[in-house]
């Protein structure tokens, strides 16, 4: 089956931005957006910090900082509406904007003069210019939708820190999120004369473990397209210390022949797999582990000898499965298992995950790759009820995008307390699930996008409960209020009238905001910080006290009460 081909022409690239067409964003910023999950694959908060909205950006973008591999990327992205290619103008002036990433004195002197806040912002939140001092390299992105010319081919080849995504790269690059299918062609791997290791797993899973020629794996059909790894984590990402390690060894003959002993291998699913002492010959297959690997091989394949073998692992077992998606997931985790995994043994997710699913409505999964087969729309991932709790339960809203801790440090503040139950997180989440659709209501569509926003508000919702002392009540011990489908009716239609009341507030507070020129509102640095979001919540707590103190808005006391009048 074919890969479906990606639409970069104007205006139809439009339809690929999805939840990225924020309205207050440029539109070569929407495209910068989707770049970012889906070739970076950065979550909503990521994205959104890396770009630096506004206008007088000094040709950039967006900035992002690779620790792992100790480099800075500068982004630009040029949208062309019309058919014309890219030649070296547009790239020469963006590489010669790199200059101002030079030192640290250059990247100073960069955040002071520039105008716009949010470039500023990211030189600063991201400590630019100390980094380029401490010899972080720095890159350049440039991403479009057009297809370069000779010029911009032979530009490239002496412009060395700069990288171009365009129309053919992305083309190249792009898995769609309805995979395609793993590649039927049935190809073979010649391992006679060396050892190979046929182990069953049961009675239905075979596996075959062998150093295979590296010549032979950088023939299998969809590496330069990406088909080959669509059913990988993520695709391969170019020039970083990973790659650049590969192409170095694959540049030093002398190393080849040790290539089994120190390189971690590559995984192959496959629905056929027929091995002998010679050969070994698989159809219906997908690369879900190596894919920067054999990229770099197929990149450097000119070079490569018939002593560099890369121990192989093939399992028969169809990439399209469940169980292939645990295969994938642990084999491209370093440590096998994150915090999420370690604490899904905990008595605490699994008697919340019995109580949850017990219920019949929701499923709450608490591992990775967990009951791929439950449908989506009933599905409470634990790790969103962690943020939900710690917004909503511990009033910590700055916090949400720091996941790393969710199941670690933080996993016995958030749910080891008596009342944490899953009728807790499940009506937590049915507020949450009426909250976000009511953000469009936000006049700043960037603040409203913003994924902090979306526990900030659930942050507000607690604060407007416990105005009032039924509220309160309500905070502390929710089942209450759902015992009966006709309470939980009830319950569903005071959220909601709250939410709105609470995001009118929340909008006149953001404008008074933004209407400042001193201080603008940088919303990026603002809900990450714990005094910056309560003096947000004073401020809309009080407007929304005021709205009922002046009979503008209903309280849940009354709400509550006089819809149960009406009822009898």
């Given at each position: 089956?074919?890969?479906?081909?990606?639409?970069?022409?104007?205006?139809?690239?439009?339809?690929?931005?999805?939840?990225?067409?924020?309205?207050?964003?440029?539109?070569?910023?929407?495209?910068?957006?989707?770049?970012?999950?889906?070739?970076?694959?950065?979550?909503?908060?990521?994205?959104?910090?890396?770009?630096?909205?506004?206008?007088?950006?000094?040709?950039?973008?967006?900035?992002?900082?690779?620790?792992?591999?100790?480099?800075?990327?500068?982004?630009?992205?040029?949208?062309?509406?019309?058919p014309?290619?890219?030649?070296?103008?547009?790239?020469?002036?963006?590489?010669?904007?790199?200059?101002?990433?030079?030192?640290?004195?250059?990247?100073?002197?960069?955040?002071?003069?520039?105008i716009n806040?949010?470039?500023?912002?990211?030189?600063?939140?991201?400590?630019?210019?100390?980094?380029?001092?401490?010899?972080?390299?720095?890159?350049?992105?440039?991403?479009?939708?057009?297809?370069?010319d000779?010029?911009?081919?032979?530009?490239?080849?002496?412009?060395?820190?700069?990288?171009?995504?365009?129309?053919?790269?992305?083309?190249?690059?792009?898995?769609p999120?309805?995979?395609?299918?793993?590649?039927?062609?049935?190809?073979?791997?010649?391992?006679?004369?060396?050892?190979?290791?046929?182990?069953?797993?049961?009675?239905?899973?075979?596996?075959?473990?062998?150093?295979?020629?590296?010549?032979?794996?950088?023939?299998?059909?969809?590496?330069?397209?990406?088909?080959?790894?669509?059913?990988?984590?993520?695709?391969?990402?170019?020039?970083?210390k990973?790659?650049?390690d590969?192409?170095?060894?694959?540049?030093?003959?002398?190393?080849?022949?040790?290539?089994?002993?120190?390189?971690?291998?590559?995984?192959?699913?496959?629905?056929?797999?027929?091995?002998?002492?010679?050969?070994?010959?698989?159809?219906?297959?997908?690369?879900?582990?190596?894919?920067?690997?054999?990229?770099?091989?197929?990149?450097?394949?000119?070079?490569?000898?018939?002593?560099?073998?890369?121990?192989?692992?093939?399992?028969?077992?169809?990439?399209?499965?469940?169980?292939?998606?645990?295969?994938?997931?642990?084999?491209?985790?370093?440590?096998?298992?994150?915090?999420?995994?370690?604490?899904?043994?905990n008595?605490?997710?699994?008697?919340?995950?019995?109580?949850?699913?017990?219920?019949?409505?929701?499923?709450?999964?608490?591992?990775?790759?967990?009951h791929?087969?439950?449908?989506?729309?009933?599905?409470?991932?634990?790790?969103?009820?962690?943020?939900?709790?710690?917004?909503?339960?511990?009033?910590?809203?700055?916090?949400?995008?720091?996941?790393?801790?969710?199941?670690?440090?933080?996993?016995?503040?958030?749910?080891?307390?008596?009342?944490?139950?899953?009728?807790?997180?499940?009506?937590?989440?049915?507020?949450?699930?009426i909250?976000?659709?009511?953000?469009?209501?936000?006049?700043?569509?960037?603040?409203?996008?913003?994924?902090?926003?979306?526990?900030?508000?659930?942050?507000?919702?607690?604060?407007?409960?416990?105005?009032?002392d039924?509220?309160?009540?309500?905070?502390?011990?929710?089942?209450?209020f759902?015992?009966?489908?006709?309470?939980?009716?009830?319950?569903?239609?005071?959220?909601?009238?709250?939410?709105?009341?609470?995001?009118?507030?929340l909008?006149?507070?953001?404008?008074?905001?933004?209407?400042?020129?001193?201080?603008?509102?940088?919303?990026?640095?603002?809900?990450?910080?714990?005094?910056?979001?309560?003096?947000?919540?004073?401020?809309?707590?009080?407007?929304?006290?005021?709205?009922?103190?002046?009979?503008?808005a209903?309280?849940?006391?009354?709400?509550?009460?006089?819809?149960?009048?009406?009822?009898?």
């Open positions: 089956m074919p890969k479906p081909k990606l639409n970069l022409k104007y205006p139809d690239l439009l339809q690929l931005f999805g939840a990225d067409a924020v309205k207050q964003r440029s539109e070569s910023r929407q495209f910068l957006a989707w770049f970012l999950q889906h070739y970076y694959h950065l979550d909503e908060t990521d994205v959104d910090d890396t770009i630096c909205d506004g206008h007088e950006d000094k040709t950039t973008d967006g900035i992002y900082v690779n620790e792992q591999s100790s480099q800075i990327h500068v982004f630009q992205a040029k949208i062309s509406k019309g014309k290619t890219l030649g070296d103008s547009a790239l020469k002036e963006f590489y010669g904007s790199l200059t101002q990433f030079k030192s640290k004195a250059t990247v100073q002197t960069l955040q002071t003069a520039t806040k949010e470039l500023a912002a990211l030189l600063r939140d991201l400590e630019i210019a100390e980094k380029v001092e401490k010899g972080y390299e720095v890159k350049g992105i440039f991403i479009t939708n057009s297809t370069r000779h010029n911009a081919i032979e530009y490239l080849k002496v412009a060395k820190n700069l990288i171009l995504y365009d129309a053919l790269e992305l083309e190249k690059l792009f898995v999120i309805d995979k395609t299918e793993p590649i039927a062609q049935e190809v073979s791997f010649d391992v006679s004369g060396v050892p190979i290791l046929d182990y069953p797993i049961g009675s239905s899973l075979k596996m075959t473990i062998a150093p295979v020629s590296a010549s032979e794996l950088v023939l299998m059909p969809g590496i330069s397209n990406g088909e080959l790894f669509a059913y990988n984590v993520r695709q391969w990402l170019r020039r970083t990973v790659n650049d590969i192409a170095a060894s694959i540049n030093s003959p002398d190393e080849h022949k040790f290539f089994p002993a120190f390189h971690n291998g590559i995984t192959v699913l496959c629905k056929k797999l027929v091995s002998s002492k010679d050969k070994i010959t698989i159809s219906g297959y997908a690369v879900v582990n190596g894919c920067q690997s054999l990229s770099g091989l197929h990149e450097n394949r000119k070079k490569i000898s018939s002593d560099l073998r890369i121990l192989t692992k093939f399992i028969q077992t169809p990439p399209t499965g469940p169980l292939a998606a645990k295969i994938t997931d642990h084999t491209n985790n370093q440590n096998g298992t994150t915090a999420r995994d370690l604490q899904s043994n008595l605490i997710q699994t008697r919340l995950q019995t109580e949850i699913n017990s219920g019949g409505e929701f499923c709450y999964r608490i591992k990775r790759g967990e791929l087969d439950w449908p989506d729309a009933k599905v409470i991932e634990n790790d969103l009820a962690a943020r939900l709790l710690l917004a909503f339960d511990l009033k910590e809203p700055w916090s949400c995008h720091q996941t790393y801790k969710l199941f670690d440090e933080r996993h016995s503040a958030i749910f080891a307390q008596q009342s944490v139950t899953g009728n807790r997180i499940t009506t937590v989440y049915r507020i949450y699930k909250v976000v659709p009511k953000l469009s209501m936000l006049s700043n569509k960037l603040f409203a996008g913003y994924k902090l926003t979306h526990f900030l508000v659930m942050y507000l919702m607690r604060e407007a409960l416990e105005t009032d039924l509220g309160k009540q309500f905070c502390a011990n929710p089942e209450k759902t015992s009966t489908k006709s309470d939980l009716a009830k319950l569903l239609s005071c959220i909601d009238r709250i939410a709105q009341t609470v995001i009118r507030a909008d006149n507070e953001v404008k008074r905001k933004d209407a400042d020129l001193v201080n603008p509102f940088d919303f990026k640095r603002d809900l990450k910080s714990p005094n910056r979001v309560r003096l947000i919540e004073t401020n809309v707590i009080t407007t929304y006290q005021v709205l009922i103190d002046n009979a503008a209903v309280p849940f006391v009354r709400q509550w009460t006089e819809q149960k009048v009406v009822k009898k």
